[in-house]
């Protein structure tokens, strides 16, 4: 699978260990930055990232900030992509199963990266289920075509 994968700076050490993971399982690898510790924001790496799924340059992408709070919100931000934070193993199953994730989410400062490795390996091998789901999925992309508040 080629997959995108995009830190900040609370996450720059867990991204070099996850992006050498990845490789050892046999994935491509866009490394989207952040490349050292400096203080930046991370709605640019969100926004690379997503991009990068969007086009289909990445078949799937992950985001990892301090927490994966700020990633997940900057990333669903982007039409067509659907971000989750998972912080267990059953979560992420479930928003593959359900949800079709294409953006996983995590917390460096929140989670080790042996639960990450652990989480990430169950996401990449869960397929979606499709049937139902896909009605709600198309709900969702529905809405995000933009309801304002009258
Ligand atoms: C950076 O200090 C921190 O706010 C960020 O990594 C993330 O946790 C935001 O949600």
Known sequence: ???VIGCDHAAYDAKTEIIDFLKSLGHDTIDEGTHNLDSVDYPDFAAGASLKVQSGAA???ILICGTGLGMSIAANR???IRAALCYTEELAEMSRLHNDANVLCLGARTQSVE???SIISLWLTTEWEGDRHARRLNKIETNSRGQDAE
């Open 1 to 3: 699978m080629k997959l």
């Open 59 to 61: 078949d799937r992408g």
């Open 115 to 117: 639960s990450m490795k």
């Open 78 to 80: 982007f039409k067509g």
